[in-house]
C-alpha cells in the first residue's frame, strides 16, 4: 500500500513542478479527495505531504562505515566538576601554542581533557605524547585506509607499517629511551621510506640520548636525504655531538663581522667586539650566516674555544646578535655548551631571559626550573617569561612573593586597571604555580579587587582545584 | 559579595530513561495526531553513527533495523562511541542530534 502510494507522489510531484493538476493521478485517494478540482488539489497536498512526513524517509546508501571507537588514554579525563573550567579556557585560547601548554599542564597533575571538549587536528603533533591514541583515531576517521591496525608489542622492522603514525612516533620513542642502538637501527631501515615531514619528526627523536654511535647515521642523512629541512636538523644534531659541519668559508665571513681582542691588564681576557654592519644587506647576510653556521666552527673561525666565545661576548651590546648567536647554540651547542649559555642568560634582563627560554628546551628538567627560580628573583622576569623558560610545569609554591607577582597585584589594584589588563600574565601564573600557590595567589588576587568569577582566573581556579595526580 | 556559587560538585549521570516504542512509531505517531507538525522530538534506543561515502553522518540503531539521516555532520565523540541513548530532533528528513548518553558520559549534539 505504502509502495503504491509513493509510487504515485512522482506523478503527483512532476505534475505541480510543470503547473498541471495533479489531483487525476492521485487515484488511491479518490474519495478523500472530493470532486471539485480546486478543493481536490488542497486535499492533496495536505494528504502527501503527511505521507512523505510519516511513511517516507531517505533510504541509506551501501557500504555506510563506523569508526572505532576513541580509545581511552592512559590518564584519567578531568573531574566532571572542572570540565566547565577546561571548556571556556580552550575556547578562550585561539592559539594553539597556549592550547597545548594546558594540555602540558594536565599531563603533568595526571590529567587529560574530555574527547568532548577537545580532539586533536590531524598531525597535531604539538598535544602531549599521552594523546597519541587520539592522534590515531583522527587519522583513522580521516582515512580511508581502515583495515589498518594497530600493532601490539615494541616496534620492529616487521610491524612498522601496522602502527598509525601518532602511535609509532611514541613507541620509538620509548625504543630510544630504552634502547638508543636500537631505534637508531630502526630509523636507519625505516625512514627512507616515509615522507619529509615524518622524517623530520622521528629524526628529532635521536636527541634523546643522542650519542656519537649516532655519527655515521647523521653524517649519512646530511649526505644523501632529499629534504633540507632533514639535513639541517641532521647537521644540528651533528653540531650537539661537537662534529659540526658548517663551510669554512660561511664561518670566516661570520667571524668577519666581529673582533677579537684582549683587555686587562693584570687578569688579561679575551673579549668581542662589534664590527657593525653597515648596510640593511650586511645585516641580513649576517643573520643567514648565523642560521647556518655552527657554533663550534664560529668559534673555531674567531680563534676560541665555544666556552671562551660565550665568556667574551658582550652581551646586551647588539640584542639581534645576541638572539642569532642563542639561537645558534641552541640549534648546535652541545649540551653543556647550552648549560652554560642559559646559567649566563639567567642573570639578565627582560630581553635576555627570552634568550635562556629559547634555550630551555634544551635543557634537563631540574636545570630548568632552577635557572627559572633565579630568573625570577629578577625584577625583569615576568610569570610569561618564566613559563617560557620552566615550560607548564605547576609547581612555584609562592609566585606573588616573586618580584613578578607584586607587580603584578600593583598594576592590577590601580585605579585605572582595567578588565582586559594582565590576561596572559594571569594565564602564565595559573599554569607554573602549584596547587597550593594558585589557591594562595586566588586570595591574594581577590583581596586585590578581582572577582572570583573573573574569566582571567580560570587557569589559576582550575589549577587551584584540580588534584595532582603525580607529575609525570 | 552578592553571590557566590559553591564549587560544582559532580552529581555522577543520571540513567536516561528507556524509548518507549520502536522508532518508526515514534516518528509517526505525533505527524499521525497533529499533520502541521514540523518537528518531532524523539529518545532514540541504542546505536552509533555511520558515515556514507561523503562523507554524510546516519544514526543507525544497534540491531541495524533503522537509519535516519543526520542534520549537520556528527563530528569529534559522537562519531566514536556507541550511543546508549540519543536525545534528538526529527524534522521529517533529517535527525537534528540535541545530546547523547555514552560511556564518555553525556556527549552534546556538536560532538
Redesign the interface.
Known amino acids: 500500500m505504502a509502495e503504491a502510494n509513493f509510487d504515485a507522489m512522482g506523478e503527483v510531484l512532476a505534475r505541480w513542478v510543470i503547473g498541471a493538476a495533479a489531483a487525476p493521478a492521485a487515484s488511491m485517494w479518490n474519495s478523500e479527495l472530493g470532486d471539485e478540482p480546486g478543493e481536490a488539489e488542497l486535499r492533496l497536498l495536505a494528504l502527501s505531504s503527511q505521507f512523505l512526513g510519516v511513511a517516507v524517509t531517505a533510504d541509506p546508501p551501501a557500504g555506510l562505515r563506523t569508526l572505532p571507537d576513541i580509545p581511552p588514554l592512559a590518564l584519567p579525563t578531568v573531574p566532571e566538576a572542572l570540565r566547565h573550567l577546561v571548556r571556556r579556557i580552550l575556547t578562550a585560547t585561539k592559539e594553539k601554542r597556549l592550547r597545548s601548554e594546558l594540555l602540558e599542564f594536565l599531563a603533568r597533575r595526571g590529567w587529560t581533557v574530555h574527547p568532548g571538549d577537545w580532539l586533536p587536528a590531524t598531525s597535531d603533533e604539538s598535544a602531549p605524547d599521552v594523546y597519541a591514541p587520539w592522534l590515531d583515531w583522527v587519522d583513522v576517521a580521516t582515512s580511508t585506509d581502515a583495515a589498518r591496525k594497530k600493532a601490539g608489542g615494541e616496534l620492529t622492522v616487521e610491524n612498522w607499517d601496522d602502527y598509525w603514525p601518532a602511535g609509532r612516533k611514541v613507541a620509538l620513542l620509548e625504543l630510544r629511551q630504552r634502547d638508543p642502538d636500537a631505534a637508531r637501527s630502526l630509523l636507519e631501515a625505516k625512514l627512507v621510506g616515509e615522507s619529509a615531514e615524518t622524517r623530520l619528526s622521528l629524526l628529532g627523536l635521536l636527541k634523546i640520548g643522542l650519542s656519537d654511535a649516532d655519527i655515521p647515521f647523521l653524517e649519512s642523512i646530511v649526505t644523501n636525504d632529499r629534504a633540507p629541512k632533514v639535513k639541517a636538523l641532521a647537521a644540528s644534531l651533528l653540531g650537539r655531538l661537537g662534529r659540526g659541519l658548517g663551510a669554512g668559508e660561511d664561518a670566516a665571513e661570520l667571524a668577519s663581522f666581529f673582533s677579537v681582542y684582549t683587555k686587562g691588564l693584570v687578569r688579561r681576557s679575551r673579549a668581542i667586539g662589534f664590527e657593525h654592519p653597515k648596510t640593511a644587506t650586511q645585516l641580513q647576510r649576517r643573520a643567514a650566516l648565523f642560521e647556518s653556521v655552527d657554533i663550534t666552527v664560529f668559534a673555531g673561525a674567531l680563534g676560541l674555544a665555544p666556552e671562551e666565545l660565550i665568556a667574551a661576548w658582550p652581551w646586551d651590546a647588539d640584542r639581534l646578535a645576541d638572539t642569532a648567536l642563542i639561537a645558534m647554540i641552541a640549534r648546535t651547542g652541545t649540551d653543556s655548551l647550552v648549560t652554560l649559555a642559559a646559567e649566563t642568560m639567567s642573570h639578565s634582563d627582560a630581553e635576555g631571559l627570552r634568550g635562556l627560554a629559547s634555550l630551555a628546551p634544551r635543557l634537563a628538567p631540574e636545570k630548568r626550573w632552577q635557572l627559572t627560580g633565579t630568573a625570577l628573583g629578577a625584577h625583569g622576569c615576568s610569570f610569561e617569561t618564566a613559563k617560557a623558560i620552566a615550560g607548564a610545569t605547576g609547581r612555584l609554591d609562592s609566585p606573588l612573593d616573586a618580584p613578578a607577582g607584586a607587580n603584578l597585584v600593583e598594576t592590577l589594584s590601580s585605579d585605572d586597571a582595567k578588565p582586559s589588563d594582565q590576561i596572559a600574565e594571569l594565564y602564565a601564573l595559573g599554569l607554573i604555580a602549584s596547587r597550593a600557590g594558585a589557591q594562595h595567589s586566588l586570595e591574594r588576587l581577590n583581596g586585590a579587587g578581582l572577582l572570583q568569577g573573573d574569566p582571567r582566573l580560570d587557569m589559576l581556579r582550575l589549577n587551584a582545584a584540580l588534584d595532582d595526580n603525580g607529575a609525570r | 559579595v552578592l553571590f ?2 559553591e ?5 555522577g549521570s543520571p540513567e536516561w530513561p528507556a524509548p518507549e516504542e520502536v522508532i518508526t512509531q515514534a ?2 505517531k505525533p ?2 495526531a497533529e ?1 502541521w507538525t514540523l518537528e518531532v522530538p524523539v529518545l532514540l534506543p541504542a546505536g ?6 561523503t562523507g554524510h553522518a ?1 544514526w ?1 540503531s544497534a540491531d541495524g533495523a533503522t ?3 543526520v542534520a549537520g555532520t556528527a563530528e ?2 559522537l ?4 550511543l546508549a541513548r540519543t536525545a534528538a530532533i526529527w524534522s ?2 533529517r535527525l537534528a542530534i540535541l545530546a547523547a548518553q555514552s560511556r ?2 553525556r ?2 549534539g556538536d ?1
Open positions: 557566590q556559587r564549587a560544582a560538585v559532580d552529581a516518528l509517526a505527524l499521525l499533520p552509533r553513527i555511520a558515515l556514507d561515502d546516519w543507525r537509519t535516519l539521516p569529534g565523540l562519531r566514536g562511541a556507541d521529517g528528513n564518555w558520559g556527549i552534546g560532538g
